[in-house]
């Protein structure tokens, strides 16, 4: 449907401009229409108000083309976003009873991932004491922010358990003063 008798027959898309919007409840009568999505650029100016509240009268659904889109393809339609729509939007919030039941969720999933995970990490200690002699955790040195020394427990991953240039090895070194 359109605003200009002109365009009555023009090709956008199939089945292409069928009338006028003072024909919309002939239009909706004569095709057996159950739904009307209204995708107007600016509704303010042009909105066929009347023939839209007869059809809504008439028990039609009438639904705004973007908000289809949205709700069709997940995603926005950037082409008519417009910041009233964000800022007057009740998504932004998060609510305490969402955010609890996200961090309970996320806390329950690590904790069944970490048991589940339980005989993979006993596996990996395993092979690490048959291939190298020493401890499975090697403690590194790390020098932090300040002059702070933390020590960090790692797994060991080669022969002599200690990376060829860790931190503690680095502490000596003459550039590192």
Do not use: W
Request: hydrophobic residues 40%; contains cysteine.
């Amino acid at each position: 449907m359109d605003g200009k008798a002109e365009r009555v027959g023009e090709r956008l898309v199939n089945p292409g401009i069928i009338g006028t919007y003072d024909q919309l409840v002939q239009s909706v009568e004569q095709h057996h229409v159950d739904t009307i999505v209204v995708c107007l650029e600016d509704r303010r100016a042009i909105l066929p108000v009347q023939p839209l509240l007869d059809c809504k009268a008439m028990g039609l659904d009438i639904l705004d083309g973007h908000h289809l889109f949205e709700e069709t393809c997940g995603r926005l339609s950037i082409d008519s976003l417009r910041p009233s729509a964000l800022i007057f939007s009740t998504g932004f919030r998060r609510r305490l009873t969402s955010l609890v039941s996200k961090r309970l969720f996320d806390v329950v999933v690590s904790a069944v991932g970490l048991v589940a995970l339980i005989p993979l990490f006993v596996l990996i200690a395993a092979l690490i004491r048959v291939d190298s002699p020493g401890p499975i955790f090697y403690r590194q040195v790390r020098v932090g922010l300040l002059p702070e020394v933390d020590g960090l427990r790692r797994p060991c991953h080669g022969v002599g358990r200690q990376p060829a240039r860790s931190p503690s090895s680095c502490l000596d070194d003459e550039e590192f003063g």
